[in-house]
């Protein structure tokens, strides 16, 4: 089955830019989505198709894809968006359709 | 606005079968395009997908519990319900449901999740 690889943990100060990553093979050619999971919460979808944001979610979250790696990336970071992350992808053909990545603590310093 | 909760036993000893309900409202399970699908969380753990049924009724299964999860939807009821067999304390997790919308392959909105524990 298909696997996506996020680094463990991401650290950044306030007012600084935090870039996860969620690596896969040819990742490119497929949708990646986010979600934010705060402590004690359901997780949140911040980002669909790759870089389209739902209503509600700021400007400064923003999403893209290329090549093996979709990237989350959280401009001027606040302390509020101290969360998990996970990426998604759904494999039409695969036997193992909807897969997450193993998530991205983020700890805004 | 879409909503949907969890309901079902906090807790269920090993070798139990585990069945959970999700309640929803806001949108009909008759409505091409989208789906309800069931994803756990064990403690401090990442996120887990387990099953998906779209509106025609088509289902997915994770490969690896295939043999245990049952999931079917009652549209006039706005509920879908996942059964898992042979529950073991490595199931311990909190379960969620959540809305497939009918143009992506994400989950949008998603319920509150219940903390299930497998214990004698």
């Known amino acids: 089955s298909y696997v996506l690889t996020q680094p463990p943990s991401v650290s950044v100060a306030p007012g600084q830019t935090a870039r996860i990553t969620c690596g896969g093979n040819n990742i490119e050619s497929k949708s990646v989505h986010w979600y934010q999971q705060k402590p004690g919460q359901a997780p949140v979808l911040v980002v669909y198709d790759d870089r389209v944001r739902p209503s509600g979610i700021p400007e400064r979250i923003s999403g893209s894809n290329s090549g093996n790696t979709a990237t989350l990336t959280i401009s001027r970071v606040e302390a509020g968006d101290e969360a998990d992350y996970y990426c998604?992808?759904?494999?039409?053909?695969?036997?193992?359709?909807?897969?997450f990545g193993g998530g991205t603590k983020l700890t805004v310093l | 606005q879409i909503t949907l909760k969890e309901s079902g036993p906090r807790m269920v000893k090993p070798t139990q079968t585990l069945t959970l309900t999700c309640t929803f409202s806001g949108f009909s399970l008759r409505a091409t395009g989208v789906g309800v699908g069931w994803i756990r969380q064990p403690p401090g753990k990442a996120l887990e997908w387990l099953a998906l049924i779209y509106w025609n009724d088509d289902k997915r299964y994770s490969p690896s519990l295939k043999s245990r999860l049952t999931i079917t939807k009652d549209t006039s009821k706005n509920q879908v319900v996942l059964t898992m067999t042979n529950m073991d304390p490595v199931d311990t997790a909190t379960y969620y449901c959540?809305?497939?919308?009918?143009?992506?392959?994400?989950?949008?909105?998603w319920g509150q999740g219940t903390l299930v524990t497998v214990s004698s």
């Open positions: 959540a809305h497939r919308p009918r143009l992506y392959n994400s989950l949008d909105y």
């Open positions: 998604q992808v759904w494999e039409s053909n695969s036997d193992h359709p909807m897969v």
